[in-house]
């Protein structure tokens, strides 16, 4: 399962990068408004991080045009340019829908936003998204089950072979990225703190202390020759 990082800040950017073998990330207007950078700034130097990588930029067109199929499909086409990484948000609308079958004949991929049903996912793959995303953690905060939904969307897409990559969104903890994996899921984004998060665990933190209290009891000998 791949690793997208859910930021638009450039050191989180930068860091993940370098550390964790980071496959893609996920923007959206709070991220970028946390950037405190213009829209077109900061999707523009995250562009730049990540030139000449197969690493994927999801960027969002203009939420308010979220009925408008023209408007979104003009916006991707002039955001599609600025990079070969980036991957053109719009929402799972009628509208969002159909500019995705348009894009996908120009080759512009697009990543279906704020999927919260399976028939919206499935939608979003017959229509040729490249991503489609299951915001679970909204999902899970409105008291509705989250791992029904990965596993409707998992089944779907190889039910009827789709090639969109199902990248499980809005996720919270290291129990629903392992949910992700577990059901199928081909991509799960979350924040900075939440992978970091992830990677550790209290019992790794004991068990060090432990064998760090052996280690010091313990002499370290030399290297000997050994004839064979
Ligand atoms: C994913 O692409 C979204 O940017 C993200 O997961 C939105 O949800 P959140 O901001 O509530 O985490």
């Given amino acids: 399962m791949k690793l997208f990082l859910d930021s638009a800040l450039a050191d989180e950017i930068q860091y993940a990068i370098d550390n964790w073998a980071l496959d893609g990330i996920t ?34 067109t203009n939420p308010h045009k979220h009925d408008d199929a023209d408007a979104i499909i003009t916006e991707a086409r002039k955001l599609a340019v600025i990079s070969p990484n980036f991957v053109i948000k719009m929402p799972c609308t009628e509208a969002g829908f159909k500019a995705c079958y348009t894009l996908a004949k120009e080759d512009i991929r697009s990543n279906l936003t704020l999927c919260f049903s399976a028939s919206q996912a499935l939608q979003a793959m017959r229509m040729g998204a490249f991503y489609v995303s299951p915001f679970i953690g909204w999902k899970e905060s409105n008291a509705e089950p989250s791992q029904q939904f990965i596993e409707d969307c998992v089944a779907i897409r ?8 199902i990248l499980v969104a809005a996720v919270r903890n290291g129990r629903q990225i392992a949910d992700a994996a577990v059901m199928g899921a081909d991509i799960t984004t979350a924040g900075f703190a939440v992978w970091q998060e992830s990677f550790n665990h209290p019992y790794t933190d004991m ?15 030399e290297i000997v020759s050994i004839k064979g």
């Fill in 27 to 60: 923007t959206n207007p709070r991220h970028v408004q946390v950037s405190g950078k213009a829209f077109l700034e900061a999707i523009q130097e995250i562009a730049a991080m990540v030139a000449g990588t197969e690493i994927t930029v999801s960027v969002q």
């Fill in 158 to 165: 190889d039910n009827y072979c789709f090639t969109t990559e």
């Fill in 207 to 221: 068990g060090l202390g432990k064998f760090q209290d052996f280690w010091d009891q313990t002499p370290y000998g």
